[in-house]
């Protein structure tokens, strides 16, 4: 990684450890000033404000407002704020949708830290990064399928590991009448005639479904 000055960068997971250890990763390379952290939405905004970041680590899945929307927000407040998604989620979707709202660049959590390093390098001199695994699977993207929102996908994910709507909720920080309203959505987008197929239609692609609840 090449710069000339230190990059000033802020983490935002909901993962206290997975905080912690990206900051070991990266701590100990000059080029980089961690500046802030932020385990979700409010705190994020907030840090934002406060330490001025030129670029921010940003995870996807987080409860309440997701990486993906927290972005667009933050975006939308401050324009020329820099941000690489670093996340376990390597649906194609996720990442497009991600880009869509302004990323940067996309790195899977598990990558190498110089892949990461190489992704900070890349973005701050004004380039985008997306990991090569993430490039590949995305190339081989299969025919258009119905698109489903970030949560929709979670909440097909939570019923592939047969898990009733409450514990849904539970687990993703919503109220049980929302997540009955994204599973009739998830029904009319799939053009799912009810209950038993949705949950059939879920189990079958468990392969994919559960890659985008994997641990972020």
């Known amino acids: 990684m090449n710069t000339t000055r230190s990059t000033r960068i802020a983490i935002v997971d909901d993962h206290p450890l997975v905080r912690d250890g990206l900051k070991l990763r990266l701590s100990a390379h000059p080029a980089l000033a961690l500046v802030g952290e932020a385990g979700d939405a409010a705190e994020a905004s907030a840090m934002v404000e406060r330490s001025a970041p030129e ?28 941000v690489l998604m670093l996340s376990m989620y390597d649906n194609p979707e996720y990442v497009n949708r991600a880009m869509q709202a302004g990323a940067r660049g996309y790195v899977l959590k598990d990558a190498p830290s110089d892949e990461i390093l190489d992704a900070i390098a890349a973005i701050t001199a004004g380039r985008t990064y997306l990991s090569a695994a993430i490039s590949g699977r995305m190339s081989r993207s299969q025919a258009p399928k ?37 599973r009739q959505n998830i029904r009319r987008k799939l053009g799912l005639a009810g209950q038993a197929e949705l949950i059939k239609y879920a189990v079958e692609h468990a392969g994919d479904v559960l890659v985008t609840r994997a641990a972020s």
Do not use: C, F
């Open 55 to 82: 670029l921010v680590l940003m995870d996807v899945g987080m409860k309440g407002t997701n990486g993906i929307e927290l972005t667009a927000l933050l975006l939308q407040r401050h324009p020329h704020l820099r």
């Open 146 to 182: 119905p698109v489903l929102s970030l949560r929709e996908s979670e909440i097909l994910a939570g019923l592939a590991r047969g898990h009733a709507s409450r514990q849904i909720a539970e687990a993703l920080g919503l109220s049980v009448r929302t997540v009955e309203t994204h």
